[in-house]
């Protein structure tokens, strides 16, 4: 017995092995141009590669060339400037003081 690769409307069949992949949100392309990576995997609560991957999906280079467009017209400027009332930060140094990370990132 042999099972098919794909059902009859041309999906995979899902046999529970897969994991689905989390889709690109619909204003990825204005926030990551706005805020570029700093923030950014706090803001959507995503990892590295995922974020990698709708850079790529939301157009790649032409997105990069677009935040290095929009860095050299505003300027950098600090998702957070006081960094001590950032929550992401506070989170952040709460899970090293609890010991849930080993890396410390930021201040």
């Known amino acids: 017995m042999t099972i098919e690769k794909r059902r009859p ?3 995979m069949h899902d046999t529970g092995l897969i994991r689905p992949r ?3 949100p619909r204003d990825f392309r204005e926030t ?3 805020m ?3 923030g950014i995997m706090e803001h959507y609560r995503a990892n590295w590669r995922c974020i990698r991957r709708w850079i790529a999906e939301s157009g790649g280079d032409e997105l990069k060339d677009a935040r ?3 860095v050299r017209v505003n300027g950098r400027k600090s998702l ?9 930060d506070h989170q ?3 899970r090293y003081v609890m010991g849930q990370t080993l890396t ?3 201040k």
């Open 9 to 11: 409307d041309g999906r």
């Open 104 to 106: 410390r990132r930021g």
């Open 36 to 38: 570029g990576w700093d």
């Open 22 to 24: 989390r889709p690109c």
């Open 92 to 94: 952040r140094r709460r």
């Open 68 to 70: 290095a467009e929009h």
């Open 80 to 88: 957070h400037p006081d960094r001590d009332t950032c929550p992401a």
């Open 32 to 34: 990551y141009i706005a």
